[in-house]
T-cell receptor
Framework: SQTIHQWPATLVQPVGSPLSLECTVE??????LYWYRQAAGRGLQLLFY??????ISSEVPQNLSASRPQDRQFILSSKKLLLSDSGFYLC????????????FGEGSWLTVV | TQLLEQSPQFLSIQEGENLTVYCNSS?????LQWYRQEPGEGPVLLVT?????EVKKLKRLTFQFGDARKDSSLHITAAQPGDTGLYLC???????????FGGGTRLMVKP
């Protein structure tokens, strides 16, 4: 069966510090990978998605970047965090064969202080 | 741009009551998913519906996809405190395209 894991689960970082959130998927190959941000416990904002190694599409201009160094690894980064980067970040995957259903990781709480 | 509107945004009810959450759009979707999310965790898929008029049941939860595939509803019978959470609907336009998420409905069921 497929599993998705992201870490760290909780992170408190000062303004201006770097960020690295990691996500890995097991049990499937060539998945579509996503990073979402959720503020105030409501809707999801798609930040980045990737259909393959090194292929990253950004949905919103921001202080963050994403990379996919391996088929089942997705990394969310920032060189200098802003207060507005605080939120709940979710990694997700879907089958690369055209399935719409998305499966989410456990989430990472980021607080920028 | 495809939009999905969920209503109500917030719902607080007593244990044992019934409720319905709506997910509406002016766009046609090829599939519609419902997720439930608990605080501090990722959303968990409840159901996927793909056929207009389709009805799926998951214990006390009934999901319906509109005939025109533009809307969906989630009905919970005899709600329990364990049903508390954020319910999200998400629509897919074509296989492989990005999902469009609704804003969510936050449900609280009081014992």
């Amino acid at each position: 069966s497929q599993t998705i894991h992201q870490w760290p689960a909780t992170l408190v970082q000062p303004v201006g510090s770097p960020l690295s959130l990691e996500c890995t998927v097991e049990g499937t190959s060539n998945p579509n990978l996503y990073w979402y941000r959720q503020a105030a416990g409501r809707g999801l904002q798609l930040l980045f998605y990737s259909v393959g190694i090194g292929q990253i599409s950004s949905e919103v201009p921001q202080n963050l970047s994403a990379s996919r160094p391996q088929d089942r690894q997705f990394i969310l980064s920032s060189k200098k965090l802003l207060l507005s980067d605080s939120g709940f970040y979710l990694c997700a995957w879907s089958t690369g064969a055209g399935g719409n259903t998305i499966y989410f990781g456990e989430g990472s709480w980021l607080t920028v202080v | 741009t495809q939009l999905l509107e969920q209503s109500p945004q917030f719902l607080s009810i007593q244990e044992g009551e019934n409720l319905t959450v709506y997910c509406n759009s002016s766009s046609v979707f090829s599939s519609l998913q419902w997720y439930r999310q608990e605080p501090g965790e990722g959303p968990v898929l409840l159901v996927t519906v793909v056929t207009g008029g389709e009805v799926k049941k998951l214990k006390r939860l009934t999901f319906q996809f509109g005939d025109a595939r533009k809307d969906s509803s989630l009905h919970i019978t005899a709600a329990q405190p364990g049903d508390t959470g954020l319910y999200l609907c998400a629509g897919g336009a074509n296989a492989g395209n990005m999902l469009t998420f609704g804003g969510g409905t936050r449900l609280m069921v009081k014992p």
